[in-house]
């Protein structure tokens, strides 16, 4: 079983009202819609991180990895290779 704990957020009354829309919308609970855009908020700003900070204990295994020969990958091959849908 996943252990949850209890976030609390303050947001105005017209930001309840949006928000209290947007989850009847889309049939969840108030507390269901705001975690899960919030937690896809925190992965897309996660991921348009431009600066990556690798920790020193894991610095010798990123030259490593950064080294390597790239892989033949024949479905990416293939792919790149393909017209763009929006060409067809």
Not at 5 to 32: H, M, Y
Not at 75 to 83: I, N, V, Y
Request: proline residues 7%; without cysteine; charged residues 35%.
């Amino acid at each position: 079983m996943t252990t949850t704990t209890v976030l609390s957020v303050r947001v105005t009354p017209e930001e309840r009202a949006i928000l209290e829309a947007a989850s009847e919308q889309t049939r969840t609970s108030l507390s269901d819609f705001i975690r899960r855009k919030a937690v896809e908020a925190a992965e897309m700003e996660m991921l348009d991180r431009r600066v990556i900070t690798i920790p020193a204990e894991h610095w010798e295994e990123f030259e490593a990895w950064a080294r390597r020969p790239p892989r033949d990958l024949p479905a990416l091959r293939e792919l790149s290779r393909r017209k763009p849908t929006w060409r067809r």
